[in-house]
């Protein structure tokens, strides 16, 4: 089946460290995002790419790093420089401009 | 720049009632409007989406919404609610079609009661 697939799904973070999370697609969708969710807060943009070897910061990027080496992955680094990353993140693709965006089911991260 | 208000946090309503839930949007240019719904610990799924053809727009699970430019809103509504309605709905709003600049409102959590 068709679809985005992020893992893990739940992940546990000390003070200071850098986690990863992963994103895969099998749709062949160019477009691929990274969105944070927080209570109350709805989503909010962090990073998003277009193309491979391409990406651009979203509303919220400071303290996240992204890549884009294939079309079929866009991981996304959750740095030490976030103070608050505890969230729920997720992934999301689309063909590109004007397209319905397709989510993943999201990965829980809890800095302890 | 584009944003979306969604009124009431939280909406309760009886098995078999009308479900309504709120949106009301801002955009200097025509907008894209979608809802999505999203039940526990899931991603996001399109209900439906407004991109300047029909102003009543039908979605899956017997949903729909009428995009009204004089009053700026676009609500959900389905007659009748059922027990698996019970989620959370988020309306989005973009320019263009550019799903880079998809504003999100901060959710409707829909409690449906037996």
């Known amino acids: 089946d068709g679809g985005i697939t992020q893992s893990p799904k739940y992940l546990f973070r000390k003070e200071g460290q850098n986690v990863t999370l992963s994103c895969e697609q099998n749709l062949n969708h160019d477009a691929m995002y990274w969105y944070r969710q927080d209570p109350g807060q709805g989503l909010r943009l962090i990073y998003y790419?277009?193309?491979?070897?391409?990406?651009q910061k979203g509303d919220i990027a400071e303290g996240y790093s992204v890549s884009r080496e294939k079309k079929e992955s866009f991981p996304l680094t959750v740095t030490s420089a976030q103070k608050n990353p505890t969230a729920f993140y997720l992934c999301?693709?689309?063909?590109?401009?004007?397209?319905?965006?397709?989510f993943g089911e999201g990965s829980w991260l809890t800095v302890v | 720049a584009q944003s979306v208000t969604q009124l009431g946090s939280h909406v309760s309503v009886s098995e078999g009632a009308l479900v309504l839930l709120r949106c009301n949007y801002s955009s200097s240019v025509p907008p894209y409007l979608f809802w999505y719904v999203q039940y526990p610990n899931k991603g996001l799924q399109l209900l439906l989406k407004?991109?300047?053809?029909?102003?009543l727009v039908k979605g899956i699970n017997g949903f729909e919404a009428e995009f009204k430019k004089s009053e700026t809103s676009f609500h959900l509504t389905k007659p009748s609610a059922h027990m698996s309605d019970a989620a959370e709905y988020f309306c989005a709003v973009s320019v263009g079609g550019n799903n880079n600049d998809m504003r999100f409102g901060a959710g409707t959590r829909l409690t449906v009661k037996p």
């Open positions: 790419s277009q193309i491979v070897n391409d990406f």
């Open positions: 999301a693709s689309n063909e590109g401009r004007g397209n319905t965006i397709y």
């Open positions: 407004y991109t300047s053809a029909a102003t």
